[in-house]
């Protein structure tokens, strides 16, 4: 695969915030991935949003890759997200995972 990664494992975490938290949320997301990216080096992680805003809440998604399986204790880290995240969450943390096609 050009320019990404190949026979890649995937974790994609979505979830809402309210417009007026999102800068809170983004720099303690952000800081929570460069402590994951820190500690496992292979990874690769980024921060993305929904174009719109609906209702006043905006979606973000995590998203996690690796070209080897995800460590369980890793994969239980990312699910359960930031700390710093939660007084802006509007809702759950929706995880979900995806590994290459045989």
Known sequence: MPGGL?????????????????????AAVQVF????????PALQAALMRRPEVSEGLVTLMETYQSLAPLPAAL???????????????RG??????????A
């Open 6 to 26: 190949a026979h890649c494992y995937a974790c994609y975490v979505y979830y809402r915030v309210a417009e007026a938290d999102l800068a809170g949320a983004q």
């Open 92 to 101: 759950e943390r929706h995880l979900e995972e995806f590994v290459p096609c």
């Open 33 to 40: 991935q460069r402590e994951l990216l820190a500690s496992h």
């Open 75 to 89: 994969r239980e880290r990312i699910a359960a997200g930031p700390a710093a995240l939660r007084p802006w969450l």
